[in-house]
């Protein structure tokens, strides 16, 4: 009889999380932090001495939303800060590779973002208003990393992302790090908006 292949990954923390039942006990910030810091976005296809993380573009997307919901609770900020953490586990995949794999893909996404919600406080399913703006503060970011870090023509991002408006990018600067220092960054900011929530 054939073994049920293995559906749970070791964290450093020591714990065991199921990746096809994911509770939120399972779940520890410094494994989020430790895992977005040392997964690359764009395939690692950026410019630049050090891949650009999740966990960095995720601190991007969190500014950008505060920028387009200044008066925004502070549980939606952590919430943006939290927007890509099943990756800590499943990895980046770019868009086309995501339409590849069908809705097998979502659904993992989708266990694990309640169960990593549920055990910081968030509802395991955000309402449709903020998640909306999750995702424009989400295509911004990827505006400004595809034509900062990514090599497309602003053209080519308009065309994919669409063009942000000046005001929600002004000033924003992509810098890429050591992950050990994006890691320390993430836990930084993570750890105020949850003393602030």
């Given at each position: 009889m ?13 714990r065991?999380?199921d990746?096809?039942?994911p509770?939120?006990?399972?779940i520890?910030?410094?494994?989020i ?11 690692g ?8 993380s ?5 601190l991007?997307?969190e500014?950008?939303f505060?920028?387009?919901a200044?008066a925004?609770?502070v549980r ?12 800590y586990?499943?990895?980046d ?14 659904e993992?996404?989708a ?13 395991a ?8 703006q ?7 970011s990827a505006w ?23 005001a ?5 600067r ?15 900011r993570f ?5 602030a929530?």
């Amino acid at each position: 009889m054939p073994k049920e292949p293995r559906a749970w990954q070791r964290m450093l923390s020591g714990r065991r999380l199921d990746l096809l039942d994911p509770t939120p006990v399972d779940i520890e910030i410094e494994d989020i932090a430790h895992g977005l810091a040392f997964v690359a976005r764009w395939n690692g296809q950026t410019w630049g001495d050090h891949p650009y993380s999740v966990a960095e573009h995720s601190l991007l997307v969190e500014q950008i939303f505060t920028r387009l919901a200044p008066a925004a609770p502070v549980r939606w900020r952590l919430a943006a800060l939290l927007h890509d953490a099943p990756e800590y586990v499943i990895g980046d995949m770019i868009s086309p590779v995501k339409a590849a794999i069908g809705p097998g893909y979502g659904e993992l996404d989708a266990r694990l973002t309640a169960a990593i919600h549920l055990r910081f406080g968030l509802p395991a399913s955000l309402p449709a208003a903020v998640k909306k703006q999750i995702k424009r503060a989400d295509r911004i970011s990827a505006w400004l990393e595809a034509t900062q870090i990514a090599g497309f023509s602003q053209a080519e991002a308009n065309r994919f992302f669409g063009r942000p408006r000046t005001a929600l990018t002004e000033s924003l600067r992509i810098t890429l790090r050591p992950p050990a220092e994006v890691r320390r960054a993430y836990m930084h900011r993570f750890q105020a908006l949850i003393a602030a929530h």
